[in-house]
């Protein structure tokens, strides 16, 4: 299940538009991030290349350990056992009355912007993302493989998924490569594994589990045979997302190697379940996401949780609150707990996933909700842990973490209480190592307490180019902006021109062209109204951004950037820019989760289809 398509496509240009385009400058991922924490940010102890955790319990993967000892040497775990002795001189983190567990991994995510910073806040140290930028792949297996300090959790991808033209997962407002109705899977599948897909994930949705009415083309039943054979003969998982019983076994009976949602039109039966049982598939039934369809209040309840909430950021909340249209849908709930429950009973693997990126989810935070529907479900709060540690490490070959083992990955998490018997208690977070590094982990509402953002300037006049430039009446002024900081191909140009709206002297071009290369593409102009690129102020009192537009037909994007965090998500809303002059009334509460109290930029710009743009802006003002 894939968020709406405007979320998924701002939340990739908001990590490229505030991280790289405003600065242009990577985030610094060295120790020097950790050590300079603020007081009480990093666990008591185990902050240096060697320490040991002594007298801890220990959940290894698979089994427990109610006291032993742990030493960890430069980035991976050394010894573990109840009578491992502690070399002299190290540092010891005291584990009386707690809980060590491998880090989590998260099996089913869509990573996006700041993604992978908020999974490890939470003690999730992998994530596996069911559908992503394929153009991002070398960077991020560079970082899996490495052992240096991190502030964010490792990353696989599916990169591009099996679908067909006009499917599910086209909507997005940018390219992704299709299957004709009668192309050819084996090929489709090769080009996936060339572009360096981790697994090949297929889309079998017509959308027929959520509307009566609504329907999906998707790929065919010969396809989705084609494709599992295609990924197997090429060492790749294959992966299905079926939201029917009907299309789940079709799968399963064709070798998927596993399902990435539980269906939820109906409890499993015995002969699905017996099915995938004799296939050795592994489910994932992503209950954080299906919670949502029944508007079950659990996204809130962990923002509400204390032993979470001082470390979610505003967008986290934002994600947590929200939920999926339409009316709720208890039922579907229910079937998905039961299948849960009767393929845990016959021995079908069980992954813990969270599909955060939905309403309902976030990530990082999302995984303790899905480990509490898992016990839920039926299963042991041991094997719930199981579900998501050493499960989805053998199930997808990842052989270096999800257990506590001798030469293993120290990719640690370390609770008060024992969540062998309360699953709750993974909550209570003391300790995060990656990659035997403690993480930083500062209180986020600590860090929002910041003075208010100072008021935007008085008037409402941002800029009317009379004056024969581009300057602005204040702010840090126009500057342009194009995917090409993030690694993209699109360009863009911006120049005072003579003519503007209603026989003024003047107007803003801004023209380029988008170019293939970037799976977001996107070029055009934006605003600071601070003093400083992306400063915030509080423009509350002004109720409506108003501009003139001129230009080639197309739809542009006018988006802003508000909250407490330079990532934070942009709302965005279209417009058309016609041939002639035209006034653009936006409303700031059209733009959906914007808060004017810190808006930080105002971008104007175009995306796909590719070629050539050009638009022409005049008076702009923020009323």
């Known amino acids: 299940m894939t968020r709406l398509p405007e979320v998924l496509a701002a939340t990739a240009i908001a990590a490229a538009i505030a991280g790289a385009v405003v600065f242009a400058q990577p985030r610094s991922t060295s120790t020097h991030d950790l050590a300079s924490a603020p007081a009480g940010a990093l666990p008591s102890g185990g902050q240096g290349a060697a320490f040991a955790i002594a007298g801890v319990r220990v959940f290894d993967g698979i089994r427990v350990l109610p006291e032993a000892n742990v030493v960890v040497r430069d980035g991976r775990i050394e010894a573990v056992g109840a009578g491992v002795a502690i070399p002299a001189g190290l540092e010891v983190v005291d584990g009386v009355g707690r809980t060590l567990l491998p880090g989590f991994i998260d099996a089913h ?128 998982l294959a992966l299905v997302h079926a939201a029917s019983q009907a299309d789940a076994l079709h799968a399963v009976e064709s070798g998927a190697d596993g399902l990435v949602h539980v269906f939820h039109d109906v409890a499993a039966s015995p002969a699905f379940v017996a099915a995938a049982k004799q296939a050795d598939a592994f489910v994932t039934p992503t209950l954080s996401v299906i919670a949502g369809f029944a508007h079950d209040g659990g996204g809130a309840a962990l ?7 001082p470390w979610l950021k505003a967008a986290q909340r934002a994600g947590l ?141 941002v800029a009317d180019f009379e004056g024969g430039g581009t300057g602005v009446r204040y702010g840090h002024g126009w500057q342009v902006t194009t995917d090409a900081m993030a690694g993209g191909r699109s360009t863009a140009t911006q120049a005072w021109i003579a003519g503007g709206a209603g026989g003024s002297r003047g107007a803003l071009r801004v023209s380029g062209e988008i170019r293939p290369g970037f799976a977001f593409p996107w070029a055009g102009t934006m605003f600071h109204p601070g003093a400083q690129p992306m400063q915030p102020v509080d423009a509350s009192s002004r109720s409506e951004l108003v501009f003139q537009a001129r230009g080639d037909g197309r739809t542009y994007q006018a988006m ?64």
């Open 109 to 236: 995510t869509h990573s996006w912007g700041d993604a992978q910073r908020d999974a490890l806040r939470f003690g999730v140290t992998a994530e596996l993302d069911m559908f992503g930028d394929w153009n991002r792949i070398p960077a991020l297996r560079a970082q899996r493989e490495s052992l240096a300090a991190t502030p964010q959790a490792d990353l696989w991808t599916a990169g591009a998924t099996v679908t067909t033209e006009g499917g599910h997962g086209t909507q997005f407002g940018f390219p992704v490569p299709t299957l004709g109705a009668d192309g050819d899977a084996r090929a489709f599948v090769d080009a996936r594994v060339a572009e360096g897909s981790d697994y090949i994930k297929l889309i079998v949705e017509d959308f027929s589990t959520h509307s009566a009415d609504r329907r999906l083309p998707t790929i065919t039943p010969a396809q989705v045979t084609d494709a599992i054979v295609a990924a197997q003969a090429r060492q790749r």
């Open 303 to 309: 923002a509400d949780d204390v032993r979470l909430s």
């Open 321 to 461: 609150a929200a939920s999926f249209p339409g009316a709720p849908r208890p039922q579907a709930l229910d079937n998905a707990l039961r299948s849960v429950a009767a393929l845990h009973v016959a021995g079908v693997d069980v992954l813990a996933g969270t599909d955060a990126g939905n309403p309902g989810t976030a990530h990082g935070v999302s995984m303790h909700g899905e480990l509490a529907l898992l016990v839920r479900a039926g299963l042991s709060p041991v094997e719930a842990l199981a579900a998501a540690t050493s499960v989805p490490a053998r199930r997808f070959g990842l052989d270096d973490r999800g257990r506590i083992a001798p030469g293993l990955r120290a990719d640690l998490l370390l609770v008060e209480g024992d969540p062998t018997l309360d699953i709750e208690a993974t909550r209570a977070i003391a300790g995060i190592w990656k990659n035997g590094h403690a993480v930083a982990r500062p209180r986020v509402d600590q860090a929002a307490a910041s003075p208010a953002a100072p008021a935007i300037a008085d008037g409402a006049l």
């Open 560 to 623: 802003l950037f508000s909250g407490p965090s330079m990532q934070g998500m942009p709302a965005m809303q279209s417009f058309t820019a016609g041939p002639a002059w035209t006034e653009v009334r936006i409303p700031l509460s059209a733009f959906a989760g914007a808060d004017p109290a810190t808006l930080r930029a105002v971008a104007i710009t175009a995306g796909l289809p590719e070629g050539g743009f050009e638009l022409s802006i005049d008076q702009v003002e923020l009323r």
